[in-house]
């Protein structure tokens, strides 16, 4: 780390806990790879829409968070279930990039007393996530099978939710 880095702290706090301070993380990292990914991001087309659902969907979970001298530069969003932590959401500030910000993130989270298995979705097209996550043990395993009818029924990914 450089000088810039020397005052970086890492914390887990409470996702609620941080307010709107992680928008601007957010609307740096996000791109089009975020468009349709996950469940329960369907109908995410733009960065406001990603910042939304975060917001609906960040209740009740933690946040590792890096500081640098006080500023957010990076955040992780997880929720731990039993021994089964699953990871969200993961952005580092663009300047603050190839510093070890992220592994140090991951790590901390990885570290969590109890914590036996971790999930987490990662886009293939994302090579730096990929690498992060399998550097520190994580390999591909597909759990789940979309099945998915262009067409009919909305444009949300999911046009089944109309059916019943």
């Known amino acids: 780390m450089d000088d810039m880095d020397k005052e970086l702290t890492i914390a887990r706090v409470s996702f609620r806990a941080l307010g709107d301070e992680w928008h601007d993380l957010v609307r740096a990292g996000y791109h089009d790879d975020y468009n349709g990914m996950g469940e329960m991001y369907s109908g995410v087309t733009t960065v406001e829409n990603k910042i939304g659902q975060m917001r609906h969907w960040g209740e009740g979970i933690d946040a590792w968070t890096a500081r640098n001298d006080g500023r957010l530069v990076g955040i992780l969003?997880?929720?731990?279930?039993?021994?089964?932590?699953?990871?969200?959401?993961?952005?580092?500030?663009?300047?603050?990039?190839?510093?070890?910000?992220?592994?140090?993130?991951?790590?901390?989270?990885?570290?969590?007393?109890?914590?036996?298995?971790?999930?987490?979705?990662?886009?293939?097209?994302?090579?730096?996530?990929?690498?992060?996550?399998?550097?520190?043990?994580?390999?591909?395993?597909?759990?789940?099978g979309w099945y998915i009818r262009d067409g009919e029924g909305g444009d949300d990914g999911h046009p089944a939710d109309d059916a019943g």
């Open 77 to 144: 969003t997880a929720d731990l279930d039993g021994e089964a932590l699953t990871v969200y959401d993961f952005f580092v500030d663009p300047a603050y990039r190839r510093r070890g910000i992220g592994r140090a993130l991951l790590t901390a989270a990885l570290a969590t007393p109890g914590v036996r298995q971790v999930a987490a979705e990662i886009n293939l097209a994302n090579t730096a996530s990929r690498r992060l996550f399998e550097s520190l043990g994580f390999a591909p395993r597909h759990t789940v």
